[in-house]
T-cell receptor, first 112, second 113 residues
Framework: ETGVTQSPTHLIKTRGQQVTLRCSSQ?????VSWYQQALGQGPQFIFQ???????GRGNFPPRFSGLQFPNYSSELNVNALELDDSALYLC???????????FGEGSRLTVL | GENVEQHPSTLSVQEGDSAVIKCTYS??????FPWYKQELGKGPQLIID?????GEKKDQRIAVTLNKTAKHFSLHITETQPEDSAVYFC????????????FGQGTRLTINP
């Protein structure tokens, strides 16, 4: 059984640029949640996707957007990058909207 | 919205001793309280969880207690081992189950041999 995989593992962008992060959910899981983890902090909920629809959003601006595809993989897009967007972005899949979260290893984004 | 406070931020114990990490939450509607272990370079991994209709849950060396009246919950690790060294996070679920989790700030646990 393949776990949650994320790509890329590391990337560096400059302020104002756009970034796309990708996540493949665990087999059989139809729900994906994205979290932002700043250095030395706990993860913060960005949004959740269930069967290709956004199903809940945290306190993040509209320049954070996402997609979920028919195979339940997902993308996180961030436009107009700011220095404070530097963080580890974690994707978690689950069997359903309330199920146990299985996290990937994250994508480390650095904004210069 | 929900706010979760976690203490201590760092904890160092001798191998074989017990470790206790405490969290408080603010939203009385929260009903799901998981604990995660995060090792260096890895994503968080669920180690134990408890729901609001249960006061205590145990899984081998790990136990969690919940006091809904006081809005606090704790993680207890007994007979600590070097592989228990990691960052531990508590979280509270104000939505359904593990939906929209609000995490604490984390506790770096170090087990000294």
């Amino acid at each position: 059984e393949t776990g949650v995989t994320q790509s890329p593992t590391h990337l560096i962008k400059t302020r104002g640029q756009q970034v796309t992060l990708r996540c493949s959910s665990q087999s059989g899981h139809n729900t994906v949640s994205w979290y932002q983890q700043a250095l030395g902090q706990g993860p913060q909920f960005i949004f959740q996707y269930y069967r290709e629809e956004e199903n809940g959003r945290g306190n993040f601006p509209p320049r954070f957007s996402g997609l979920q595809f028919p195979n339940y993989s997902s993308e996180l897009n961030v436009n107009a990058l700011e220095l404070d967007d530097s963080a580890l972005y974690l994707c978690a899949s689950s069997l359903d909207v309330a199920g146990e979260l299985f996290f990937g290893e994250g994508s480390r984004l650095t904004v210069l | 919205g929900e706010n979760v406070e976690q203490h201590p931020s760092t904890l160092s114990v001798q191998e074989g001793d017990s470790a206790v990490i405490k969290c408080t939450y603010s939203d009385s509607a929260s009903n799901y309280f998981p604990w995660y272990k995060q090792e260096l370079g890895k994503g968080p991994q669920l180690i134990i969880d408890i729901r609001s209709n249960v006061g205590e849950k145990k899984d081998q060396r790990i136990a969690v207690t919940l006091n809904k009246t006081a809005k606090h919950f704790s993680l207890h690790i007994t007979e600590t081992q070097p592989e228990d060294s990691a960052v531990y996070f508590c979280a509270a679920g104000p939505g359904q189950g593990a939906q929209k989790l609000v995490f604490g700030q984390g506790t770096r646990l170090t087990i000294n041999p």
